[in-house]
């Protein structure tokens, strides 16, 4: 643990910086929107069109997240959930998932924390209420199945486009869509979050606590079993790497066979860009 964090702490603070960004995105947009005051809310009284601005807006977050020299060189994972579907593919280390999970938690609630500071009151009505993640109207189970099959196809997409030569630069957009439909589509009935340290990120500021057990649960269930149904049909071995986006020349501490894939870039004399990439040991 110690060796890794000596070697890879720069990653794991990207990965806290991001999803620490992405929480500030979801919080201050969350209270543009949400909140009773702002001229939105007045001009858009229709709770769907705000959840799809609000889609549109966290999607392009996370797209640029994904896009960003930061999310190039961590692989954008920013939930501990994707990190436990890359462990169990054997694509990342235990320290550096251990710390990927450890950073992605602490930096979220900094996040939320920041925003808390400047925007107190605001972020705390019970209109935004921290942008916490809670079950709808359905209740608990219905939440439950809703996140489970969210996190189900996001990550079953990621995988096969992320492992497709032709598609591959383009996961980062398929991830940001899928995040975007989510909350257009499914918050009204788990909050829509994908995500436990994102819920962690609002519940402790917050003290909501319900139903807590269906966000760290669900989103790693689901995750999980999209990527038994990958590896049943495609293999393993057509898992290449932990990275969302690849086709850079950023460093990997993943164990990566990107090149395998045929995904690299090409020079006019037909041969591979040079530190395109950069396995770990």
């Given amino acids: 643990m110690r060796e890794a964090l000596g070697s890879h702490w720069p990653e794991y603070l990207i990965e806290a910086a991001g999803l620490g960004l992405f929480m500030v995105s979801a919080c201050v947009f969350g209270i543009a929107l949400f909140h009773p005051s702002p001229l939105v809310v007045r001009g858009l009284p229709d709770p769907f069109v705000r959840r799809v601005l609000m889609g549109l807006l966290i999607g392009l977050t996370a797209v640029l997240l994904i896009y960003s020299p930061w999310g190039q060189r961590s692989g954008a994972h920013f939930n501990p959930a994707t990190t436990l579907v890359f462990w169990r593919l054997g694509k990342i280390g235990t320290p550096d998932a251990v710390w990927y999970a450890v950073a992605q938690t602490a930096g ?4 939320v924390l920041a925003v808390a500071a400047a925007l107190g009151g605001l972020l705390a009505d019970p209109a935004v209420d921290y942008v916490v993640t809670v079950p709808g109207p359905a209740g608990a189970a219905a939440a439950f199945v809703a996140e489970c099959a969210i ?4 990550m079953g997409v990621v995988l096969c486009v992320s492992n497709t030569a032709r598609l591959a630069r383009g996961t980062g957009l398929f991830a940001g869509a899928l995040v975007a439909i989510s909350i257009a589509l499914e918050a009204p009935i ?5 995500n436990p340290a994102r819920t ?3 519940a402790i500021p917050s003290g909501t ?19 038994q ?50 396995p770990s040991a």
Avoid: Q
């Fill in 151 to 154: 996190t189900f196809i996001l």
């Fill in 190 to 194: 788990s909050g829509m979050s994908m």
């Fill in 200 to 202: 962690l990120a609002s």
């Fill in 108 to 111: 979220g609630l900094a996040g």
């Fill in 209 to 227: 606590w319900t139903a807590l057990w269906i966000y760290l649960t669900a989103p790693p269930l689901g995750m999980l079993l999209a990527a």
């Fill in 229 to 278: 149904v990958y590896v049943g049909r495609r293999g393993i071995a057509r898992v290449f790497c932990a990275k969302l986006h690849h086709a850079n020349a950023r460093p990997c501490i993943f164990r990566c066979r990107y090149p395998e894939m045929g995904a690299l870039p090409r020079r006019a004399d037909g041969n591979l860009e040079p530190a395109a990439f950069r």
